[in-house]
């Protein structure tokens, strides 16, 4: 991570360790333990200190821990509306980011659909989500948890002879409440990242 973008992290856990470790831990939430509070973030354990942040035990010094950092210093303790979902372009003011959303968020898993369906059962696992039984629409779906309150309902249409596949990520209605929206936007591209290196088995 660039000094730059250290500095801003670090402003981020400094804002968030203004509250106290059990309005924090409350917040995000978090098993207050003595090391710092530990929690799932992007599919690995998460320990937040005031100074550092690691996930399953190596320091977070990449984007990962950067968006961490910001959810940390933005989430409230307040309920996911996950009963109503809207996809990004529905968010307040998030047309200036919809563009690269669909290439980085969504587009970037269409290649590996197939691979997605065979594997849903671990992957969901893997980001304390699961695979949604009736879904409104697509030939398969899951829920994934990147960080604890911002969860990411995916529905997947396999190719076929007629279609192509294709790739719908939804947000819970009252996403930006628990974030900032190009957070939320980094959050889905970085998961999608995430999900491709764990079918590639990396």
């Known amino acids: ?27 995000l939430p978090a098993e207050l333990a003595q090391a710092g509070l530990r929690f799932q973030a992007f599919g690995e354990e998460c320990l937040l200190t005031e100074a550092e942040i690691t996930l399953n ?8 821990g950067l968006l961490i950092a910001l959810y940390a210093s933005s989430v409230p303790d307040q309920a996911v509306q996950l009963d109503s979902l809207k996809a990004f372009k529905e968010l307040p003011n998030s047309m200036p980011y919809q563009g690269a959303f669909t290439a980085n968020a969504e587009q970037i898993l269409v290649p ?10 671990r992957l969901a696992a893997a980001f304390s989500g ?3 039984v009736a879904p409104p629409s697509g030939d398969f779906s899951f829920t994934l948890y990147p960080l604890p309150r911002i969860p990411l309902y995916y529905i997947f249409h396999l190719p076929d002879e007629e279609f192509p596949a294709s790739v719908t990520c939804l947000f819970a209605a009252n996403a930006p409440d628990f974030m900032p929206l190009d ?14 290196a764990l079918i590639a088995g990396r």
């Open 57 to 64: 035990g190596a320091a977070a010094n990449g984007p990962e």
């Open 112 to 121: 590996q659909v197939i691979s997605l369906h065979r594997q849903q059962e």
């Open 130 to 132: 699961r695979v949604n």
């Open 183 to 196: 957070g939320l936007a980094d959050v889905a591209e970085y998961t999608g990242k995430k999900l491709v």
């Open 1 to 27: 991570m660039s000094q730059n973008y250290l500095k801003i992290r670090n402003d981020y856990l400094k804002k968030a360790w203004a509250r106290s470790p059990g309005v924090l831990s409350a917040c």
